[in-house]
T-cell receptor, first 115, second 112 residues
């Protein structure tokens, strides 16, 4: 499976600011995804990061709040904009080596706390 | 939308005991996955199941893809302290929704 790293691993931010999270994979992958995991909860898909085009967002998530970039097949960023305490969560990127989106592998996550 | 119900929500067992947990869906899946998440880490894939009725093992872990394609089971034999964590099932369907749907999780605690 691919080796996935995320930066930062954790951060504490002030309300109203923005944070950009990076996801780096050690090999080219077809599909990359961003998930949110609120405290004590399961994983919720935010969006599919498409290489060279706009991300595909799930219901309840919008580009203005969670802009995503994917400039190549090994790297993606997620920005959490204009943060509020409700954005405090773990943000996870995942990859699927093939076009089929099953069998996803996850990065270590970014633990975000908004004060 | 699709929902995955996982049970039990939490388990408290003694080291050496066997563990069983399951995941049920209101709709059919083509793939079932089981992940384990340690505190402060991302989920790690344990077992992937691709065929109804399939029984797959990974060391002390055994998982089954239900015949109806609406459920899956995970068993852990002879539990050890490093088995502590949260176990998530996830299902994937090819019928119009190409997303992974995650279960609610089972938190496993081992009592010393």
């Amino acid at each position: 499976s691919a080796v996935i790293s995320q930066k930062p691993s954790r951060d504490i931010c002030q309300r109203g600011t923005s944070l950009t999270i990076q996801c780096q994979v050690d090999s080219q992958v077809t599909m990359m995804f961003w998930y949110r995991q609120q405290p004590g909860q399961s994983l919720t898909l935010i969006a599919t990061a498409n290489q060279g085009s706009e991300a595909t967002y799930e219901s309840g998530f919008v580009i203005d709040k969670f802009p995503i970039s994917r400039p190549n097949l090994t790297f993606s960023t997620l920005t959490v904009s204009n943060m509020s305490p409700e954005d405090s969560s773990i943000y996870l990127c995942s990859v699927a080596p093939s076009v089929s989106t099953d069998t996803q592998y996850f990065g270590p996550g970014t633990r975000l706390t908004v004060l | 939308g699709q929902q995955l119900n996982q049970s039990p929500q939490s388990m408290f067992i003694q080291e050496g005991e066997d563990v069983s947990m399951n995941c049920t869906s209101s709709s059919i899946f083509n793939t079932w996955l089981w992940y384990k998440q340690d505190p402060g880490e991302g989920p790690v894939l344990l077992i992937a199941l691709y065929k109804a009725g399939e029984l797959t093992s990974n060391g002390r872990l055994t998982a089954q893809f239900g015949i109806t394609r609406k459920d899956s089971f995970l068993n852990i034999s002879a539990s050890i302290p490093s088995d502590v964590g949260i176990y998530f099932c996830a299902g994937h369907s090819n019928f119009g929704n190409e997303k992974l749907t995650f279960g609610t999780g089972t938190r496993l605690t081992i009592i010393p």
